[in-house]
């Protein structure tokens, strides 16, 4: 029994220092958030426009090889 108490003591000490280590944290607003997504967003949508287009290429290109 008590190891369980010192379990939950242990986790609610660990709970706390978070808490209080995440008020430290600048958060981003709104309008940073956003403007981050959007840049994420169009990246991937190039970079797998490129890939499928690179892989589409390459198909092509082996198959006429061993044709």
Do not use: H
């Not at 990246?43 to 890939?51: D, K, M, P, R």
């Amino acid at each position: 029994m008590k190891k369980i108490v010192e379990l939950f003591n242990a986790l609610k000490t660990f709970l706390g220092e978070v808490k209080t280590e995440l008020l430290k944290c600048s958060w981003p607003t709104r309008q940073e958030l956003s403007g981050s997504t959007m840049v994420v967003v169009i990246s991937v949508l190039i970079l797998g426009a490129f890939v499928g287009l690179s892989d589409l290429l390459l198909m092509n290109l082996l198959r006429a090889i061993l044709r």
